[in-house]
């Protein structure tokens, strides 16, 4: 059974920094690529950042500079470093696992963690 574990949301002040944790359980977490999504109210879900397997990471547009999302395959973790946060970042954060196997993709996500920023 696919798990996953996120944390690290909260309320914070406009300018402010929150790390969110992701602990996946139920696949080789190493060999997915790994991302972070969020939903505001309303919204669709949107993708935020990815890291494949070997390391590599890309970032919508709107974050690059102020996001880090980053894994540790030891611990099944992956993380997403979120500083300069402002009040457009309020939504629910979850993490996100694909990979292919040919032509048929394995895909799973979280609950995810709300994050509020807010003066």
């Known amino acids: 059974q696919v798990q996953f574990v996120e944390s690290g949301g909260g309320l914070v002040q406009p300018g402010g920094s929150l790390r969110l944790s992701c602990i996946a359980s139920g696949i080789d977490f190493s060999i997915y690529t790994m991302a972070w999504y969020r939903q505001a109210p309303g919204k669709q879900r949107d993708l935020v950042a990815t890291?494949?397997?070997?390391?590599?990471?890309n970032y919508v547009d709107s974050v690059k500079g102020r996001f880090t999302i980053s894994r540790h395959n030891a611990n099944n973790t992956v993380y997403l470093q979120m500083n300069s946060l402002k009040p457009e970042d309020t939504a629910v954060y979850s993490c996100?696992?694909?990979?292919?196997?040919?032509?048929?993709?394995?895909?799973?996500w979280g609950q995810g963690t709300q994050v509020t920023v807010s003066a």
């Open positions: 996100d696992a694909k990979k292919w196997v040919g032509i048929k993709l394995y895909h799973y």
């Open positions: 890291i494949t397997s070997s390391g590599n990471t």
